[in-house]
């Protein structure tokens, strides 16, 4: 039998919504993670004063107000706590909140701890308000979403427009469904389907940022409301990060649990975790069909835990775009008429940058208290970089052992494919590998890039002209399709080498 003070224990979840009419009226992310923690304290019941005796305090990083880091020592204090153990992510990647959930458990497994809390927050809503009031006619909240030290590919695929995320998931979402022999519009069916679902679950959920159910057809539909980003992705189908929100939770062995008074059927068990992570530059990846370390991670999360996709009755599959649950579900063998989130995705429960995870851990522990059964928890951060999966259950999981090495990274290297050369000077004939268009904010093309195979094996990055319509039809209309089609790379003088049909 398990030992109950080396047990982990999810014993209490709290999240904030905070959008006051005046954006300036809004908390900041300190604000947000104080409050957040105060709700967790008190749903663990009116007898459990857990803050003030924390052994643990885990913060993920923001980007909203900068100024305010590092955080931990000034939320211990607001909270009346004095961890001896406090940690602040490096960066806000999507993964960090279910990596510190895991090492709250390995601490509470190794008997470093009995109390460990873990946080975040963004105040994206009030930052980007008072930078526009600033600097009068700015896109502030583009700006703020584009921190140029969060994320940086090389000089070379930023020259060809390949800056941020919303500029790099298409790549993925073209190239896959390429690899599935799917057709543009069965792709984009399957992200309507997958999406629309997760609005439906926003709307039942008190911390969501959207709380209106949004059809299938809707998220097709481009208009205004639901312009194009970066084909084949709309407004709708990626994350919404102008948003307050906090959300935070309270890990304890099950013994402290017992001793403080928290009843039983308030108590989430912990399972094994796994992760690994892609390359940090896109370039530098075997391909865009698959994840090897997206599949090590979910593979070796079902094997520690013995379980299969079909032991879970809830799963959160990370969506800031809609490849990353695509490839998922299929590892994970989720059906697409099952619901692929618990808080609503990031479009709409909220894409608070780094904290989304410790949303969709509240929401989780929602969903298993009332009805039971095991949850699955993955989440996904960087350029589709790093892999994080942990197991919920309302009961105790016979397989679970802390403290654990979750670190499978040598596994996922050692499954991956040759990564292609990268031929930076290349022109001639090529085949396109992927692509996407870009558009601006009036819905019209503002160029695009093609990332094509050279006939020797390498890699190379191509501009698409936006001026060409008859290319950029070609690119987006559905009437074939354009991965594995020919074409030629030429140099337009100064303004860089372009990417021609064959």
């Not at 022999?181 to 709307?203: D, T």
Request: charged content about 20%; proline content about 6%; aromatic content about 6%.
């Amino acid at each position: 039998m398990s030992d109950p003070e080396r047990t982990p224990v999810i014993v209490a979840v709290g999240q904030v919504n905070d959008r006051p009419a005046d954006p300036d009226d809004g908390l900041d992310p300190l604000g947000l993670m104080v409050a957040a923690l105060r709700v967790a304290e008190a749903d663990a019941g009116p007898r459990a004063s857990l803050l003030a005796d924390l052994d643990s305090l885990a913060v993920v990083d923001q980007i909203s107000f900068r100024e305010l880091n590092p955080l931990c020592a000034r939320l211990a204090a607001a909270i009346g706590a004095a961890p001896r153990l406090i940690e602040q992510s490096e960066k806000p990647h999507g993964d960090t909140p279910i990596r510190m959930l895991n090492d709250a458990a390995n601490r509470i497994g190794a008997g470093e701890a009995k109390l460990c809390a873990v946080v975040g927050a963004e105040a994206l809503r009030t930052a980007a308000g008072r930078a526009a009031k600033a600097t009068p006619g700015a896109d502030a909240s583009y700006a703020l979403r584009r921190p140029a030290s969060l994320h940086r590919e090389p000089d070379f695929a930023r020259a060809h427009g390949l800056v941020s995320p919303v500029d790099i998931y298409p790549l993925y979402e073209n190239a896959t469904r390429a690899a599935w022999g799917q057709s543009l519009a069965e792709g984009q069916a399957e992200s309507a389907e997958i999406w629309a679902r997760m609005s439906e679950v926003a709307a039942g959920e008190e911390g969501a940022w959207i709380r209106k159910p949004v059809s299938a057809d809707a998220i097709l539909t481009v208009d205004a409301n639901n312009r194009p980003i970066a084909f084949p992705y709309t407004k709708l189908t990626v994350a919404n990060s102008s948003v307050n929100q906090g959300a935070g939770f309270i890990v304890a062995s099950l013994a402290e649990a017992r001793r403080r008074g928290i009843a039983e059927d308030r108590l989430i068990y912990v399972g094994m975790g796994a992760a690994a992570k892609e390359p940090a530059s896109i370039l530098a990846r075997d391909g865009f069909t698959r994840s090897v370390s997206m599949e090590t991670a979910i593979g070796r999360t079902l094997e520690l835990n013995a379980m299969t996709g079909a032991d879970f009755a809830f799963a959160e599959l990370y969506s800031c775009f809609p490849c990353v649950p695509k490839m998922a579900r299929r590892i994970l063998d989720w059906p697409l008429d099952k619901s692929a989130t618990v808080f609503g995705g990031l479009t709409f429960g909220g894409g608070p940058i780094g904290n989304y995870m410790s949303h969709a851990v509240v929401a989780m522990a929602g969903k298993l208290r009332a009805a039971g059964g095991n949850g699955f928890l993955f989440a996904n951060g960087g350029f589709a970089t790093d892999n994080h999966c942990i197991v919920l259950s309302r009961e105790p999981i016979p397989a679970a052992a802390f403290p654990q090495d979750y670190d499978y990274q040598a596994e996922a290297d050692a499954r991956r494919g040759v990564v292609p050369a990268l031929d930076d000077g290349y022109a001639g004939p090529a085949r396109v590998e992927s692509y996407t268009v870009f558009y601006g904010r009036d819905g019209a093309p503002g160029g695009g890039v093609v990332v094509a195979r050279t006939p020797a094996g390498g890699r190379t990055l191509a501009h698409v002209d936006a001026n060409d319509a008859a290319l950029v039809a070609f690119l987006t209309d559905g009437v074939a399709e354009p991965v594995g089609s020919s074409g030629t790379i030429a140099p337009h003088g100064s303004a860089g080498r372009f990417w021609t049909r064959a």
